[in-house]
């Protein structure tokens, strides 16, 4: 079992830059490849970026490439998501999640374990 807690989130004007933070407990947390995804009211749940389990593979969707970084430290049991030339359709909540096995999924199914979210809003 893993526990996921992000931090992060709150009200930024259209251009400014967020840091969302996500901590981990429980198991090894350096087993897991991560990912953030985003739900914006009355939409899908969907992805954002995906880190593997060392840091050194990383994917974004289209929307936030070039303007969000995902990283991690695995001494700290940590994942971050830099975001950087926010727009309001960026507007959202924000889950990080926990997936079993090597590779990065953008699919919501194949994670298993996620933390309860943080509000973004991006005011224009």
């Known amino acids: 079992q893993v526990q996921l807690v992000e931090s992060g989130g709150g009200l930024v004007q259209a251009g400014g830059s967020l840091r969302l933070s996500c901590a981990a407990s429980g198991r090894t947390f350096s087993n897991y490849p991560m990912g953030w995804f985003r739900q914006a009211p009355g939409k899908e749940r969907e992805f954002v970026a995906g880190i593997n389990w060392s840091g050194g593979s990383t994917t974004y969707a289209d929307s936030v490439k070039g303007r969000f970084t995902i990283s991690r430290d695995n001494a700290k049991n940590t994942v971050y998501l830099e975001m950087n030339s926010l727009k309001p359709e960026d507007t959202a909540v924000y889950y990080c999640?926990?997936?079993?096995?090597?590779?990065?999924?953008?699919?919501?199914?194949?994670?298993?374990?996620w933390g309860q979210g943080t509000q973004v809003t991006v005011s224009s």
């Open positions: 999640a926990a997936k079993r096995g090597i590779s990065t999924s953008t699919a919501t199914s194949n994670y298993a374990y």
